[in-house]
């Protein structure tokens, strides 16, 4: 079997800033406090009717170009997003039509803000098993859509963004390892209540504010650790690598102090983590795609760099994945 690997990566921040100061006039909070605790000095928020494909949309022509791949050719997109422009038709589906990438399949994937990772995964399976040559994976979010701007325990820590990128087989390096972990009984803890079929949009579901994320996060902190810890072990496990090997880790944007936990618990030095979550906050699966992005255009992945990217979000799910790039 063949391996995937990343040709092109894209991705689209919305122009509007909203920064702690601008928070400290809307809820009880303040720069010190959020700094403190969450490592997040900004982020974007979307202009009024940008939607979740309008945002892929700005990315994945990025991507495009860099890859050197033209729309028509993408066999299949795949969007990783919880704020999808439509609970149906797909935004995948929206895409393609945007892109004019009519011979691709398309469908989202619902895995918070482990999405893309867990994009990646499938597209690398797609590939690997022949079963598609070029494939777009999005990470695509417009999180303040969902965010209640009264409750001052979470809309400090969300924001909007997109990222892209284009595989394509390879003989050689490309997508080493995957580990892909849930766990459904925890999945109260981080939770959109109302829209879905349990507990249909009503008077009553607008009224208790159930269209708004819900979140417990010192519960939440402490299983994230955990997780990705274990996540990045089994990941380096089946690729048959140490952590010592590993030349960026670029670990899941929701908090600082979580960031910090697993890079130590990992024995990652300091300047092998990426770390963007300053400028963003959490863009859910947006997060590790512009990560990624990021990293690569500023030159902190080069030819042979062994990436691991590590995740974990609502579900609750996580996932990790390892990187040969080529």
């Known amino acids: 079997m063949k391996s995937a690997k990343i040709v092109g990566l894209g991705k689209y921040l919305p122009s509007n800033r909203l920064t702690n100061t601008d928070l400290e006039k809307r809820v009880e909070t303040s720069d010190e406090w ?27 022509l990025v991507a495009l170009k860099r890859a050197a791949i033209a729309a028509k050719d993408l066999d299949a997109i795949i969007v990783a997003t919880v704020t999808p422009d439509t609970q149906f038709p797909s935004t995948a589906c929206y895409l393609q039509n945007l892109l004019g990438a009519s011979k691709a399949s398309c469908f989202d994937l619902s895995a918070a803000c482990s999405g893309f990772v867990y994009g990646l995964t499938v597209a690398w399976q797609f590939i690997a098993g022949g079963f598609y040559g070029n494939v777009l994976v999005v990470g695509s979010e417009v999180l303040s859509a969902i965010t209640d701007w009264t409750d001052r325990s979470t809309c400090v820590l969300f924001g909007d963004g997109a990222g892209a990128a284009v595989l394509t087989a390879t003989d050689k390096g490309g997508f080493l390892s995957s ?86 618990r990992m024995h990652i030095a300091e300047d092998k983590i990426y770390r963007n979550i300053v400028r963003y906050g959490n863009m859910s699966s947006a997060s590790s795609a512009v990560a990624l992005c990021e990293a690569w255009e500023e030159g902190k992945i080069k030819k042979d760099s062994i990436v691991l990217m590590d995740t974990f979000g609502g579900g609750l799910v996580w996932g990790s994945c390892i990187i040969k790039w080529v």
């Open 34 to 60: 959020i700094t403190t605790r969450t490592g997040i000095k900004e982020r974007r928020i979307v202009s009024s009717g940008e939607a979740a494909s309008d945002l892929a949309y700005q990315a994945s």
């Open 179 to 264: 580990y892909l972990g849930a766990d459904g009984s925890a999945s109260d803890i981080l939770i959109l209540p109302a829209g879905g079929s349990r507990h249909p949009a009503s008077i009553d579901t607008v009224n208790k504010r159930m269209h708004y994320m819900k979140m417990r996060g010192n519960e939440l902190f402490r299983i994230a650790v955990r997780v990705m810890v274990q996540a990045a072990k089994k990941a380096l496990v089946k690729a048959d690598l140490s952590a010592s090997q590993v030349d960026l880790f670029i670990p899941h944007q929701a908090n600082e102090r979580i960031i910090s936990a697993v890079a130590a």
